[in-house]
């Protein structure tokens, strides 16, 4: 039976499952059948673990519901009330809809992006060991994680170096070549760019199928009332309320317009601006054109065209947003000054305008001065000198200190002492038995046998033999993890900005936490195992240098805001 602090939703009597009778349970987290002659659950599936849910179609004779699993498997429910058919499909129904509410709430939506992330960790065991050594144990976040190690696997480098996207073709749609069928209707392909390119140009189609599928309905179900729905067809003028595509629509004509209020800030591309007049200034009056297309059909069609342009060139704009985000932070400084100060404002101008308003008049001046002036003819900016900069001026001005009267050595001088201390040598018989007396050199040969006063914690075995494979192993793990945390410690040195700041007090508690999680569990295990050798001294020497320079670092910091 169900857990006792289980509240269940809906019981359906009369269900079968593999030609059995049985009772169909819709509890708080998972759905459950139970075979009428036992007292426990014959199946019991979370909703965690279902993809999704299909019904029969009203021609087939029996009344079924069937839940597919994210392994692929799934179980089928045939509906068997003995008081008809139409009873059969009101329950079919009511477990239908109670599935539609709950399976949103449970459903395991993995994206492509965690999709990526699984296939790194399975293809690199080494990423994944330092995965379970820093996240699992909970010493850095996941986010933190990936924001840093998996950068040069997800980037493409340590570099950071995006890799460039292909631009969305303005005639996509177009190319979308439809097929018959034979039966008075059309086949079309779509592959993965060009749905990639549907939703790069219009969003609102994106997220329609994030909430439709596969919970609703299926890719291929989406994608035909894509296309036969009058989003796609747009020379129809009625929208539907049942089309699903109808908020899509409206979304756009609300884009539109906003698009249509925007002031263009180039004024060699402001159409709105350009007018035509036969007369000279001053010479008699000038009309303004006041003619109005009252052609909707020309009007609609125009205003479509327009705003596919728009989307299409705002989806490379993201691309161009995402490469500047990677600048540096000098760039982001610069930006964030040029768009605080106050642009000039003309005389009569309200002062209440939006900074994007103020900035306007900026932008025209430059793109104006782009164009009439000319590089060629631009006098030469001369580069600055450096200022040479002396401490001690009199050391500089000072001319070349005078010559010491010393005794200088000539070349004979040079040839005789070398041929005198050739010939002593060649003279000299060694005398090795008066360099060290018999007891000392016993005493030292004693000392520096295994088991005397110097050989003390050392062993005829090399460290490799010494140490076991596992324990090997394991310290190889805890070094890389170290040294990555290491790594981006002392990269944040100069502190040159607030992040850096904030990121280097971040590392330093996580190096703390790391130390207390990992590396002294370590070494409390080869304390157990009887190592002889302190095999964690260097990892906490290099710990320690990381401490010694934070503090350095906290004390200047300190000083200066005093």
């Not at 609703?216 to 049942?242: A, C, I, P, V």
Request: aromatic letters at 8%; proline letters at 3%; charged letters at 25%.
């Amino acid at each position: 039976m169900s857990r006792s602090s289980e509240e269940v939703l809906l019981m359906v009597n009369y269900v079968r499952n593999k030609k059995t009778d049985g009772m169909l349970y819709m509890m708080g987290e998972r759905m459950a059948w139970m075979q009428n002659s036992k007292n426990t659950f014959s199946y019991s599936h979370p909703y965690a673990d279902i993809k999704s849910q299909k019904i029969s179609p009203d021609s087939k004779e029996k009344v079924q519901l069937q839940v597919v699993m994210h392994n692929g498997s799934a179980n089928t429910f045939h509906f068997n009330n003995p008081e008809g058919r139409s009873a059969q499909i009101q329950d079919r129904d009511a477990v239908k809809e109670l599935l539609q509410q709950l399976l949103p709430k449970f459903r395991h939506k993995l994206s492509s992006e965690l999709e990526e992330k699984n296939r790194l960790l399975k293809e690199n065991p080494e990423l994944f060991q330092l995965y379970k050594d820093l996240v699992v144990t909970q010493v850095i976040t996941a986010d933190e994680f990936w924001a840093t190690q998996a950068n040069k696997y997800t980037n493409g480098g340590e570099k950071g170096e995006l890799k460039q996207q292909t631009g969305v073709s303005a005639a996509f749609l177009a190319d979308i070549k439809p097929q018959t069928d034979g039966c008075n209707g059309l086949k079309y392909n779509l592959t993965a760019d060009i749905i990639e390119s549907i939703f790069r140009t219009y969003p609102m189609v994106r997220k329609k199928h994030a909430e439709h599928v596969p919970h609703e309905m299926t890719e291929s179900d989406f994608w035909t009332r894509f296309f036969q729905s009058h989003y796609f067809h747009r020379d129809r003028t009625t929208l539907g309320n049942k089309d699903i595509f109808s908020e899509c629509a409206k979304k756009d004509e609300e884009d539109i317009k906003e698009e249509m209020d925007k002031n263009v800030k180039d004024p060699f591309l402001d159409l709105t601006q350009l007018t035509d007049s036969t007369l000279d200034e001053g010479y008699g009056g000038t009309t303004e054109d006041k003619r109005i297309s009252h052609n909707h059909t020309n009007l609609t069609m125009i205003r479509r065209f327009n705003y596919h342009s728009t989307m299409v060139l705002k989806a490379c704009e993201k691309n161009m947003g995402q490469q500047e985000s990677h600048k540096g932070d000098s760039a982001t400084n610069s930006s964030e000054q040029i768009g605080d100060s106050p642009s000039p404002m003309m005389n009569g101008e309200a002062s209440t305008s939006s900074n994007t308003e103020q900035s306007e008049p900026v932008t025209k001046k430059a793109r104006i001065r782009e164009k009439l002036e000319l590089e060629d003819f631009q006098p030469e900016e001369k580069e600055k000198s450096l200022n040479l900069q002396l401490s001690r001026m009199d050391r500089y001005l000072h001319g070349p200190t005078p010559v010491v009267a010393v005794r200088y050595t000539t070349g004979e001088d040079m040839m005789q002492a070398t041929h005198s201390v050739a010939t002593e040598i060649s003279h000299w018989t060694p005398n090795l038995t008066q360099v060290i007396s018999e007891n000392v050199a016993l005493s030292v040969l004693g000392e520096l046998s295994p088991g005397g006063a110097l050989m003390h914690g050392t062993s005829l075995q090399q460290l490799h033999q010494m140490v076991s494979p596992n324990v090997q192993e394991e310290l190889k793990q805890q070094y890389n993890a170290l040294c990555e945390l290491l790594r981006h410690f002392w990269a944040c040195f100069p502190t040159s900005s607030k992040f850096l700041e904030e990121k280097v007090v971040r590392m330093k508690s996580t190096l703390e936490r790391f130390q207390m999680a990992k590396l002294n569990s370590l070494k409390e295990k080869l304390e157990e195992d009887h190592y002889s050798i302190d095999l964690t001294g260097h990892m906490e020497e290099m710990l320690a240098a990381a401490y010694r320079k934070f503090d350095m670092w906290q004390s200047k910091r300190i000083q200066k805001k005093s």
